[in-house]
């Protein structure tokens, strides 16, 4: 009997100590706030999830662990944080497509290429507004034109000239923008996922409809056309040249028609909605500040003069024009939260354990509030970048307002140039103000939330030229 009690006690010392050794050690996360039940830490966000992320990273700290539903989320706010965060591998078809954009795309001789179309764009889209002086009208709307012919014909190689057309192409933008910002709960909470609650799923597939077969019939247009001439036929855009790298036999990674379709479209949603937004923002905190938009046109005045139009080779000598797309880029970056990397294995940062599937956010707009890089932070101050040897290429994790690293937005190069001469050009050719003697101190600078994080009410605004006449006619 004493020896099967001894036999009993040494068999559970020896499972518990054996348990010890199996459960795994206890890891040190990140802070964060308690997760509920089912729901994880969604009670916490609000519409703007940016502004929620960093009103918990002022309790939490710069790194800090969320619970989306059943995911965990962990949240980099700051400098020392993203530069651990950004540098993430990825795998080989972003990187083929990466090198696709730099080396084929976007390289420099590329871009020179096409600065006849965005010269004539731009003296398009500056004779339009002349014929709307006088009268209120929607900026966005206008400078979305701008950017989406560029785009368009440096994509497709055309302009959609027909209005219903081109309107249909912006709705889509518009509904893809809004639906790839959304928190779904369906993929939060996966056993509800069925259930599409807020309706989100069924309008993805509605778009994914409608997206498919605008990008067919533009395929289908290429290839024909290629075939009509194919001894002697030069790509002239850019979907020609995702089709002749289709055509390569001994490819690192086969490009597919999907995937020509998939890059067609980020190309062109990227270069339109961060254009449009970054510009818009820009004028109107210039409107807001009179004092400052004085200041801008005093320097176009001094180093342009006012007898021709702004070309792209003038940026470099208007280092207040580019201080203030760096001051908007700084107080509303285009994605407040960079594209989300995910945790493929077990990992550290600093001293905190990230668990494999975890997924990583960068929250650059809490960077941009930063007191200890930024002063006044929460003011328009486009000084504070004269004489700072600060762009936004990347490099500087103060500013990353087209990310950085290896998911750094490839194409980022000819957004700048968009942006740069576009607000140049608005500032110079016209004199701007708030319709029916509205006080600056009025303008709402509400903003909404989706891929990108425009004017939650576009800016309304009267335009009157103050160049010579003739420079309006194209």
Same mark, same amino acid.
Request: hydrophobic share 40%.
């Given at each position: ?193 069925? #259930? ?75 270069? =339109? ?9 820009? #004028? ?15 320097? #176009? ?40 990397? #995910? ?116 800016? =309304? ?14």
């Amino acid at each position: 009997m004493k020896y099967g009690k001894r036999n009993a006690t040494s068999t559970f010392l020896l499972l518990f100590f054996l348990g010890l050794y199996l459960l795994p050690h206890r890891l040190n996360h990140p802070p964060g706030p308690k997760p509920w039940p089912i729901i994880g830490n969604l009670n916490l966000i609000g519409p703007l999830p940016y502004r929620s992320i960093h009103e918990l990273s002022q309790k939490y700290g710069p790194i800090m662990q969320l619970r989306f539903g059943s995911f965990p989320v962990v949240v980099g706010s700051s400098v020392e944080m993203v530069k651990h965060m950004v540098w993430a591998p990825y795998g080989p078809y972003w990187r083929h497509v990466r090198k696709i954009c730099l080396t084929e795309l976007f390289n420099t001789k590329r871009l020179d290429s096409y600065e006849y179309i965005r010269v004539e764009e731009r003296h398009a889209f500056l004779s339009g507004l002349y014929t709307s002086c006088g009268k209120p009208i929607t900026v966005k709307d206008h400078f979305s034109n701008f950017t989406l012919n560029n785009i368009t014909r440096i994509v497709l190689g055309k302009k959609l000239c027909d209005e219903s057309e081109s309107k249909k192409l912006k709705n889509m933008l518009d509904e893809g923008s809004f639906l790839n910002g959304v928190l779904n709960i369906g993929d939060l909470i996966p056993w509800i996922n069925f #259930l599409d609650l807020q309706g989100y799923v069924k309008r993805m597939k509605a778009l994914r409809n409608k997206t498919d077969l605008f990008l067919k019939c533009e395929l289908d247009e290429h290839i024909a056309r290629r075939q009509d001439h194919s001894k002697e036929f030069i790509p002239k855009d850019i979907v020609d040249i995702l089709l002749q790298l289709a055509d390569d036999p001994n490819p690192n990674l086969k490009l597919s028609r999907d995937s020509i379709k998939s890059i067609t479209m980020d190309l062109i949603v990227g270069g =339109v909605e961060s254009s449009t937004i970054t510009t818009e923002w820009a #004028l109107s905190e210039l409107l807001k500040q009179p004092q400052k938009f004085e200041q801008a046109t005093e320097e #176009l005045d001094r180093v342009i003069g006012r007898n021709r139009w702004i070309e792209e080779k003038d940026i470099p000598k208007l280092p207040y024009i580019k201080s203030i797309i760096y001051e908007t880029m700084r107080m509303h970056p285009v994605s407040p939260l960079l594209a989300p990397r #995910l945790a493929r294995e077990n990992c550290k940062i600093y001293e905190y354990d990230i668990g494999q599937g975890t997924q990583v956010l960068v929250n650059v707009w809490s960077i941009g509030r930063d007191p200890t890089l930024w002063d006044a932070p929460n003011e328009f101050r486009p000084e504070r970048f004269l004489g700072r040897d600060i762009d936004v290429g990347g490099q500087h994790f103060a500013l990353l307002p087209f990310g950085s690293g290896r998911r750094m937005c490839p194409g980022y190069s000819l957004g700048l140039k968009l942006i740069e001469s576009g607000l140049a050009n608005l500032l110079h050719g016209f004199t701007w103000k708030l319709p029916n003697h509205m006080n600056p101190f009025d303008l709402n600078m509400d903003e909404v939330w989706g891929l990108t994080v425009p004017r939650k009410n576009p800016l =309304v605004a009267v335009a009157q030229p103050r160049l010579p006449i003739h420079l309006y006619t194209v």
